[in-house]
């Protein structure tokens, strides 16, 4: 399922399209991020991660981080690890498989998202706080500091 929404500045001329997602479509997603996690691509700790479970998966849903430290607003890959637990079922369709499924997977690792303007930690955002902290004005923009508007118009909705 995905859903989204464009925020605009209306003092400069920022504009950022937040395009989200979750659940269970993003198995190809899944498959490549394990198989570049594997590879190093993320770093030793997510690679040593599916060392050691070779049976491990990783959440693919993209969400809202945002940085404490200068604002900026991001959408990414949680990117969480999970251990699956004695029984991950054998599912009738197999690239669904790596696909983190509730009850089935502990978590067991969350990897550190940097923000790309300064290098310092996001912060995940659950989105309705956020929405919320928009309309109220606590989050403003990052360029200016100005008053940001959720376009109410462009969100969408499917599965
Ligand atoms: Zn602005
Ligand atoms: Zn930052």
């Known amino acids: 399922m995905g859903w989204g929404f464009t ?4 003092k400069c001329e920022y504009e950022m399209r937040a ?11 899944t498959l490549e991020t394990i198989h570049d996690m594997k590879a190093g691509k993320y770093g030793k700790a997510a690679q040593k991660f599916f060392q050691e479970n070779p049976e491990g998966s ?8 945002r940085c404490k430290e200068c604002g900026n607003i ?14 991950v ?10 696909v983190v499924l509730p009850g089935y997977y502990d978590k067991a690792m ?10 310092c930690k996001m912060e995940l955002q659950n989105e309705d ?3 919320e902290e928009i309309s109220e004005g606590k989050i403003t923009c990052p360029n200016c500091g100005g008053h940001l508007e959720a376009d109410a ?7």
């Open 129 to 131: 706080r956020f929405l």
């Open 110 to 119: 969350e990897l550190e998202h940097k923000c790309k303007k300064c290098g």
């Open 58 to 65: 990783v959440d693919c849903d993209r969400y809202l981080f």
């Open 74 to 87: 991001q959408v990414e890959m949680v990117l969480d690890l999970y251990k699956p637990k004695e029984h």
């Open 7 to 10: 925020l605009k500045c209306t």
């Open 19 to 29: 395009h989200l997602e979750s659940g269970y479509a993003l198995p190809k997603e």
């Open 153 to 159: 118009d462009s969100w969408f909705d499917w599965d």
């Open 89 to 98: 079922p054998e599912l009738s369709y197999p690239n669904i498989y790596p």
